[in-house]
Structure formats: structure tokens, C-alpha cells
């Protein structure tokens, strides 16, 4: 059952999600899921220790997405006035494993590993290409939600200008999502932003490599680190 929140940077909003995780581990579920990616996502930093639920829950998914990560489904929950949604939505489990089991039949019949196309092979792929076509079906590419850590050089970097640096960068396939700041220590915060690929169309690697780390972006980053990957 889907579960809603509202006014998560008020503390009548904080209250109730307090008093929500007062009787749970997680927000849906007995294990960590994108449900509680979302809400973490949607919190501006950690909260106070009088929250003693929520405090203790944000420690908690903060360590693992910093450890392991989380690839629990969840069962969707929405931040009213909030919408990374497009970042850590999770479709229907019958429709990713089609898509799957699409990409796996596409990729067996479409790679050669041992040399160039045979005549034969040639063919086939131009009967499937025509067969497409004449469904008028559309191959579906995989998606992923990913979390990642931007760090300045110092603190005396301007953090607005940094975010606005890393939206800045546009690829195909690439989806900037919702961000917040978090502390690091000495007065420098750290920029923590979501983000969805296109599994055919974006490398994370190559994102932060070519363009996260070179001229003009770096000018305000000085590095990135992936702290969270998940498929959805």
C-alpha cells in the first residue's frame, strides 16, 4: 500500500513521520527500499535528535547507502510538493522483467563476439529490423536510478554555482533529479544529487569522467563518487 508524506521540512511534517516510524525499521517493508530513497531524498539533512525515530532511521539508510546501497522495490511513496519521482520510481515488476527479457533476446541475437556478421546473420537482423517496424513496437532501453556524492575544493566554493555547473551537463538519456547539501566536516557541505540514466545511452563513468570533473564544471567540483546504483 502506497504511503504519503507532506511538509517534510516543517516539523509538523517531521512529527508525523516520527511518530510513523515509531512502530517501523523502514518505510515500507522489512527491508530498505527506494521508499525510503525517496524520503531521505526529500529530507534537507539530518534531522534533529529530537526526532528520535527519524533520527535513527536517516542514520540508519545513510550508512547503507554509503556502504551497499539499497535495491528494495518498494511499494511507492509520495512527498506531496516533493517529485524526484522520475529518479527512484519503480514500474510495474511484470513490464521491467518484458523489458528485460526483451534486452536479453536483442542483445543475444545483435552481438557477435567472435568476428564480423555473416550474410546470414545480416538477414536475420534485417527481418527482426523490418518485423519491428511493421508492429510498430519500440525497443525499450533499461533505466537507472543513481545517487551521487559532488564534493567542492573548499569551503569557500559557492554551492549554487556548483549545482547549477553539474545541471549544466546534458546527455541524451540523462535526468537530473532532486539534491540537497550535507555536511562534511570544517565547514565544507558536499553537494548529494539524484540522477536517472538511460542504461544504453549513459555511462556513469563517462558522466563523471568527460564532464562532471573537466573544464568549466570543474572549475567548482573535485570529484564525484557513485553512492548509490540502482536498476529500475
Not at 536517516?58 to 522520475?86: Q, W
Not at 532501453?141 to 573548499?154: A, I, M, Q, R, T
Not at 549545482?163 to 546534458?170: F, Y
Not at 565547514?187 to 563513468?205: N, R
Amino acid at each position: 500500500m502506497a504511503v504519503t508524506f507532506s511538509d517534510m521540512g516543517s516539523a509538523a511534517g517531521l512529527k508525523k513521520l516520527d511518530e510513523y516510524l515509531l512502530t517501523r525499521s523502514y518505510i515500507s517493508g522489512y527491508q530498505a527500499s527506494k521508499d525510503d530513497i525517496t524520503v531521505y531524498a526529500a529530507l534537507s539533512g539530518a534531522p534533529s535528535s529530537s526526532y528520535v525515530n527519524v533520527s535513527r532511521w536517516y542514520n540508519h539508510i545513510d550508512a547503507l547507502l554509503r556502504i551497499s546501497g539499497v535495491s528494495g522495490e518498494g511499494c511507492g511513496v509520495t512527498i506531496e510538493g516533493f517529485a524526484p519521482t522520475e529518479a527512484i520510481a519503480t514500474p510495474p515488476a511484470e513490464d521491467s522483467k518484458a523489458a528485460a527479457a526483451e534486452d536479453d533476446d536483442d542483445d543475444d541475437d545483435d552481438v557477435d563476439l567472435f568476428g564480423e556478421e555473416t550474410e546470414e546473420e545480416k538477414k536475420a537482423a534485417e527481418e527482426r529490423a523490418a518485423a519491428v517496424k511493421a508492429s510498430g513496437k519500440k525497443k525499450e532501453s533499461g533505466k537507472s536510478s543513481v545517487l551521487l556524492d559532488v564534493k567542492p575544493w573548499d569551503d569557500e566554493t559557492d554551492m549554487k554555482k556548483l549545482e547549477e555547473a553539474v545541471r549544466s551537463v546534458h546527455m541524451d538519456g540523462l535526468h537530473w533529479g532532486a539534491c540537497k547539501l550535507v555536511p562534511v566536516g570544517y565547514g565544507i557541505k558536499k553537494l548529494q544529487i539524484m540522477l536517472t540514466i538511460v542504461d544504453d545511452l549513459v555511462s556513469v563513468d563517462t558522466l563523471i569522467e568527460e564532464h562532471l570533473t573537466t573544464e568549466p564544471v570543474n572549475e567548482y567540483v573535485q570529484s564525484c563518487d557513485i553512492v548509490a546504483f540502482n536498476k529500475i
